[in-house]
Every structure is written in structure tokens, then in C-alpha cells.
């Protein structure tokens, strides 16, 4: 008797420590993910302002002037405010195309890999599919092409290397010549475009990234040179 009580109190310690632990994890997580890089002002004029954008739960539609079969579905970088991608996005929507932006879950697209595939099923009447990322976002972009390969029809990566299998003829990446630690990881890569003075960064509206070098361009001309490269890569793809 005396045993088994002894054992009942241990197991109730064992269990409140592992509750206490497990209650500071969690507490961490979302400290973590609360901490993340918020849109800037020039980006959210641009949702509030803009024509041809709508927002559809976890989704910001960008449709161009012309409606069209082709659509690019966006993954943003870790802990970015996803809006911070719309002064780009509605650049490229120009290009003819529609832009799909994705706001993934703790602004992680780690933790929604496979979001497209919901996003392709919403949208039937496209016909081709690009799938597109920055950074993290990147990454994860590339590795649901690699296991989709016949439904996405190209991937651009900016800020980012390939990850996974998809073929490298049908990928673009760009990134800035500041970001050094891209540049190491592009052995194999087909179409890629290095922009001057660029950093990891100003592919979005977010301000100074940390562990980022300051960039010798604007970001309007970062971005701009981004949705040149992107719009020579799907006339080619087309």
C-alpha cells in the first residue's frame, strides 16, 4: 500500500513537471512567432487603395486588368506580415497574370507546405499554375512542386535556392547580389538573376531584416528589376 502511494506521487510530480515544461514551450512558441516583421505603410496603401484586389479568408487575390487562365500562387518568408508583398505583387499582376498571396498559419510557411493544393481546387477555371516564394517561403514552394510536378507549371524562387526535384529549366531564381548565402546554393540552377546592390530583404515591404547586409538600391528598384526577370521568365515559360 505504502508502495503504490509512493509511485502515485511520483507519477503526479513526473506529470506536473511535465505539464510546468510544456506550458513554458508553448509560451516560448508563441513569443516566437508573435515577434515577426510587420508590413510597411507603402504596402498596406496598397491593399486599401488598390483596384482588382480582394481578400478571400487566408488569401489576397491580385487579378490583372484582362482575366486570364494563369495565376502565381505566393508563399511568404518566415515571420513576414504577408501583405508586405503587395507593392510587388500588384507589379506583376501588370504582367497579365494573377497573383495568389498566401497568409500562412504563425506567418510560417513551414507550417502550411501544402496550401496550394487548396488554392488550386478554389480556383478550377486556371489552367496553368506558377507557384512563388521568398526565403522560407521559397523553400516551401519548391518542395510542393517537387512532390506536384505535373500540376505546377514553373517555380520562382527569390531569395531562396531549389529545394527538392523540380526541373531546373522551369525554375527561376532571383536574388540579390548582397545575399551571399543564396549564391553559394545555386550549383545546377538554369535561369537565375542576380540583382546589383540587392539584399534579402527588399523583396517585400517590411523594413531591415535582421543579419541582413543594408542594400545600395531602393526597393521599388529591387522590386522592379524582380518583376522583369519574372515576366521574362513567363513569357519563355508560356
Request: glycine share 8%; net charge negative; hydrophobic share 45%.
Amino acid at each position: 500500500m505504502n508502495q503504490r502511494k509512493f509511485f502515485s506521487k511520483r507519477l503526479r510530480m513526473v506529470l506536473v513537471i511535465l505539464s510546468g515544461v510544456l506550458t513554458i514551450l508553448v509560451g516560448i512558441f508563441f513569443w516566437y512567432v508573435s515577434d515577426y516583421y510587420r508590413a510597411e505603410e507603402v504596402a498596406l496603401e496598397v491593399l486599401a487603395t488598390a483596384d482588382g484586389i480582394s481578400v478571400q479568408d487566408r488569401l489576397t487575390v491580385l487579378s490583372p486588368t484582362v482575366p486570364t487562365d494563369t495565376a502565381i500562387i505566393f508563399y511568404p518568408g518566415a515571420k513576414v506580415e504577408a501583405v508586405a508583398y503587395l507593392p510587388l505583387l500588384s507589379q506583376i499582376r501588370q504582367t497579365g497574370v494573377t497573383c495568389i498571396l498566401v497568409e500562412m498559419p504563425f506567418h510560417m510557411a513551414i507550417f502550411d507546405s501544402d496550401a496550394a493544393q487548396d488554392v488550386m481546387a478554389r480556383f478550377p477555371e486556371t489552367e496553368h499554375w506558377y507557384l512563388a516564394g521568398h526565403s522560407m517561403g521559397g523553400a516551401m514552394a519548391s518542395q510542393f512542386a517537387s512532390r506536384h510536378p505535373d500540376e505546377v507549371e514553373g517555380l520562382i524562387l527569390l531569395g531562396a535556392y531549389p529545394y527538392g526535384d523540380f526541373p531546373t529549366e522551369d525554375t527561376l531564381v532571383v536574388y540579390g547580389s548582397l545575399n551571399q548565402s543564396v549564391e553559394d546554393r545555386l550549383d545546377g540552377a538554369e535561369n537565375v538573376v542576380e540583382i546589383v546592390g540587392g539584399n534579402h530583404a527588399q523583396f517585400g515591404n517590411y523594413g531591415e531584416q535582421k543579419g541582413d547586409a543594408p542594400a545600395e538600391i531602393s526597393a521599388a528598384q529591387q522590386q522592379r528589376e524582380t518583376v522583369e526577370a519574372i515576366g521574362d521568365f513567363l513569357r519563355r515559360s508560356a
